[in-house]
């Protein structure tokens, strides 16, 4: 009786791939992403390095939860979790331009001191208003302190398959560069120069460099306001325009 059930399983599974014939079936039945790039996707990489004049406490505070995304231009009611917030295996889930997200935590990192660590995978998904489809193994974001402290060092790197790898990483650029910024707008505003201008600045006012906000306080409102359109509505409109580019 045992070995019958098993050969129903066994041909049950292979009735379930043959219902499936896309190329990420093998996704699609178990959420595992395809050993490199499946047919009709090339290999592309992107990497996004910024600087912003905060400390690696105040950085955090925005950026520290998995579940937040509202520096990316989706609110915190948007974006929903399969699990445990900043626990690996965790997926979030939102809906932006016209894409379904599901990004899956991979590692997370978060030390007093830093640097902040934080990878996950990205989900099969399409952006129809670029014509553009790709999913990745890592998409990565570290926040290094710098400056002895008063400014945040950031890098999101991704490694993905994609139809159009060109586009598709100057999208993932344009994306990983807004969060980035958006970062600073909610902090005050304040660009990057050189660490020797935060210390100049620092010393004459120091506003700007002590005020720390903390995730889940009052102070998070602001999260939802033009950063965020900055973010999500600016930028998604300009998407298609950048996309036509490339078409």
């Not at 600045?201 to 409102?221: F, V």
Request: one cysteine or more.
């Amino acid at each position: 009786m045992k070995t019958f059930s098993l050969l129903l399983f066994f041909l049950a599974a292979i009735d379930i791939a043959a219902q499936d014939p896309s190329p990420f079936a093998t996704f699609n039945q178990t959420g595992r992403l395809p050993n490199g790039c499946v047919d009709g996707y090339t290999a592309g990489t992107d990497t996004v390095l910024y600087t912003v004049p905060y400390t690696y406490t105040q950085v955090l505070s925005i950026i520290g939860s998995f579940k937040n995304l509202t520096w990316s231009g989706n609110p915190d009611n948007t974006v929903t979790l399969n699990g445990t917030d900043n626990t690996i295996g965790t997926a979030r889930t939102y809906d932006t331009a016209g894409a379904h997200v599901v990004e899956t935590l991979t590692v997370y990192d978060k030390p007093a001191a830093g640097p902040y660590d934080e990878v996950h995978t990205l989900a099969p998904l399409s952006i129809p208003m670029a014509n553009v489809s790709f999913y990745g193994d890592y998409d990565g974001t570290t926040a290094t302190p710098t400056c002895e402290g008063t400014a945040t060092a950031f890098n999101f790197t991704i490694n993905f398959c994609a139809t159009n790898a060109t586009l598709a990483a100057g999208i993932l650029h344009m994306l990983h560069l807004t969060d980035a910024e958006t970062v600073g707008v909610f902090l005050g505003g304040q660009n990057f120069t050189s660490c020797a201008a935060i210390n100049s600045t620092s010393a004459g006012n120091s506003t700007s460099s002590n005020t720390t906000l903390t995730m889940g306080s009052p102070s998070t409102a602001a999260f939802t306001g033009d950063a965020a359109v900055l973010s999500a509505c600016t930028l998604l409109a300009s998407v298609g325009a950048f996309a036509a580019i490339f078409i």
